[in-house]
């Protein structure tokens, strides 16, 4: 991401911020319980009004929990920009936002009446989408390339980790498709709404 105008940058002391996103796509009968971590993380965000140090937390335990289960994962993808200006960098992170929030697809449930004698039960996904949507100071290079390699992923998860206690972090979002447990998220749907995965 270095170019002529970069360096000019630097030389003229501005803040170089960098906004990327990951896509992790995990697979197997154990990846639902993710999904319980990431709506505790959520509702704690939430309830922190966003305020960073909590989002940062976050991101920690649910990046530690990715690289705990990297056993599942079956494809990702990144991308990402450097910006000079932090209004330009703000409007990035918005519009990864909404890009984010609108890959949400997923078959719900039906909610079917059970009878008193039929057991309560729910789908368990086989699928799960996380997508984390980051903007930090400074440069770092574990980010700033190709993560589609499962070492690659793994430092770069690594690395969204040390921002948080270097404290350069400005920016975090996290999405994540299906949104809650008993909801589908079908092979034919990853296909169509994140074309961008490639296989690990």
């Known amino acids: 991401m270095s170019s002529m105008r970069d360096r000019m940058n630097k030389m003229m002391g501005r803040t170089r911020f960098v906004v990327c996103r990951i896509f992790i796509h995990l697979a197997g009968n154990e990846v639902a319980p993710i999904i319980g971590l990431l709506n505790r993380v959520g509702r704690e965000a939430i309830d922190a009004e966003g305020e960073i140090d909590v989002l940062g937390e976050g991101l920690v335990q649910i990046c530690e929990e990715l690289l705990r289960n990297d056993l599942y994962w079956r494809s990702a993808a990144n991308e990402g920009n450097v910006f000079w200006d932090e209004g330009e960098a703000g409007d990035e992170v918005s519009n990864l936002f909404t ?18 004698t ?8 086989r699928n799960l ?7 930090f100071e400074g440069e ?8 589609a390699d499962i070492n690659a992923l793994k430092a770069g998860l690594k690395a969204l ?14 999405h994540w498709s299906p949104a809650r447990l008993g909801d589908e998220l079908t092979d034919d749907q990853i296909l169509e709404n994140y074309p961008e995965l490639i296989p690990l």
């Open 99 to 116: 890009d984010s929030a609108e890959r949400y697809k997923s078959d719900s449930y039906p909610g079917e009446q059970v009878g008193e």
């Open 118 to 125: 039929e057991p309560l039960s729910l789908p368990v996904t």
């Open 129 to 135: 989408i996380v997508m984390i949507t980051v903007a």
């Open 140 to 147: 770092v290079p574990q980010l700033e390339t190709d993560l």
């Open 161 to 174: 980790i040390n921002l948080h206690y270097q404290r350069t972090l400005r920016a975090i979002q996290i």
